[in-house]
């Protein structure tokens, strides 16, 4: 928004979309601890929602509680705090959040909160951060919030902040949620975790199918959670019959899914899900419903 518009105090329902890794591959370990890998991280229509209006006080605040978790380690509330510190602005937030996507469940909810709210504040207040900036500003709150600022799906490396864009097929993947959290540094700290695999190349990926794509994470995962293994092993019974790509689990758990070509072979294996778990059909996104909020 340029010259004179009046520039708006309030947005609502700003989407944060979740992320599935259809492939995540474990290369190395930084020695600050932090994991580099390899993964192609894919946008899906499943969001959280956020509401914000600006203050002329300076208070960035939640309106709404979140479940058990300190101010000072809600992802929405540090991002706001970290941009405003970082663009010196003198405005601050009332944010409501309305959450659909489970925490620990590796959908890169939180993730994307921090990333919606970092978008949505550089609009509101002015600031013109540019694209690399806010990314940059994102690595600081979670390996993840870079790629939800890119705009595209990804293939992703270093811990999350080297991304290159790349184009994914439309598909329609069931989701279960295995009614288990799982704090992701357990994963990664996992002394099981194999590290030190090989590095792929972005070319190999045109031609692979995502059936031969893994999850290093999953392993172990598994193991220390036998609701993932129990989840992944009902989706893979359907494999030969509904030519599915393999079940696998996204992220460091704990949700699991599998692609279809079709949403309506999609609907069909969701309708069949055991009801002690939560599942869904989601549709892949080709961008990120804000891009269009930064042009550079
Ligand atoms: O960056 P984020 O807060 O999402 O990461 C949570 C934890 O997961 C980190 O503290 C680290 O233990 C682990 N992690 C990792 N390598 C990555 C991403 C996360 O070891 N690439």
Redesign the pocket.
């Given at each position: 928004m340029q010259g004179n518009q009046t520039r708006p105090t309030q947005l609502l329902a700003c989407p944060a979309p979740a992320k599935l890794n259809l492939f995540l591959h474990i290369v190395g370990?930084r020695t600050d601890?932090?994991?580099?890998?390899q993964s192609v991280f894919q946008l899906i229509d499943r969001c959280d929602y956020l509401d914000f209006s600006v203050r002329d006080d300076g208070v960035i605040q939640r309106l709404n509680e979140v479940q058990g978790v300190p101010a000072e380690q809600d992802l929405v509330i540090r991002a706001a705090k970290l941009l405003q510190t970082y663009s010196s602005s003198q405005l601050g937030a009332d944010i409501k959040l309305t959450k659909q996507l489970p925490m620990g469940g590796g959908l890169g909810g939180g993730?994307s909160d921090a990333a919606t709210t970092l978008l949505a504040l550089n609009h509101l207040w002015n600031c013109q951060l540019s694209r690399q900036e806010l990314m940059a500003l994102g690595l600081k709150l979670?390996?993840?919030v870079p790629f939800f600022l890119c705009g595209t799906n990804a293939f992703v490396e270093g811990?999350?902040e080297l991304i290159q864009t790349i184009t994914t097929k439309e598909q329609w993947f069931v989701i279960i949620e295995p009614g288990v959290h799982v704090p992701?540094?357990s994963i990664?700290?996992a002394k099981e975790l194999t590290r030190d695999t090989k590095v792929v190349r972005i070319t190999d990926f045109p031609d692979a199918t995502n059936a031969t794509w893994k999850n290093d994470l999953q392993a172990v995962a598994c193991t220390l959670h036998g609701e993932i293994k129990d989840a992944i092993d009902w989706l893979s019974q359907f494999e030969l019959s509904a030519g599915l790509a393999s079940a696998k689990m996204t992220g460091?758990g704990s949700c699991v899914f599998c692609s279809f070509d079709d949403e309506d072979s999609a609907k069909k294996i969701c309708a069949q899900v055991p009801k002690q778990w939560k599942s869904w059909v989601a549709k892949s996104l080709q961008q990120h419903p804000m891009n269009t909020w930064l042009q550079n």
């Amino acid at each position: 928004m340029q010259g004179n518009q009046t520039r708006p105090t309030q947005l609502l329902a700003c989407p944060a979309p979740a992320k599935l890794n259809l492939f995540l591959h474990i290369v190395g370990r930084r020695t600050d601890g932090y994991h580099l890998l390899q993964s192609v991280f894919q946008l899906i229509d499943r969001c959280d929602y956020l509401d914000f209006s600006v203050r002329d006080d300076g208070v960035i605040q939640r309106l709404n509680e979140v479940q058990g978790v300190p101010a000072e380690q809600d992802l929405v509330i540090r991002a706001a705090k970290l941009l405003q510190t970082y663009s010196s602005s003198q405005l601050g937030a009332d944010i409501k959040l309305t959450k659909q996507l489970p925490m620990g469940g590796g959908l890169g909810g939180g993730s994307s909160d921090a990333a919606t709210t970092l978008l949505a504040l550089n609009h509101l207040w002015n600031c013109q951060l540019s694209r690399q900036e806010l990314m940059a500003l994102g690595l600081k709150l979670g390996a993840d919030v870079p790629f939800f600022l890119c705009g595209t799906n990804a293939f992703v490396e270093g811990i999350g902040e080297l991304i290159q864009t790349i184009t994914t097929k439309e598909q329609w993947f069931v989701i279960i949620e295995p009614g288990v959290h799982v704090p992701t540094p357990s994963i990664f700290s996992a002394k099981e975790l194999t590290r030190d695999t090989k590095v792929v190349r972005i070319t190999d990926f045109p031609d692979a199918t995502n059936a031969t794509w893994k999850n290093d994470l999953q392993a172990v995962a598994c193991t220390l959670h036998g609701e993932i293994k129990d989840a992944i092993d009902w989706l893979s019974q359907f494999e030969l019959s509904a030519g599915l790509a393999s079940a696998k689990m996204t992220g460091s758990g704990s949700c699991v899914f599998c692609s279809f070509d079709d949403e309506d072979s999609a609907k069909k294996i969701c309708a069949q899900v055991p009801k002690q778990w939560k599942s869904w059909v989601a549709k892949s996104l080709q961008q990120h419903p804000m891009n269009t909020w930064l042009q550079n």
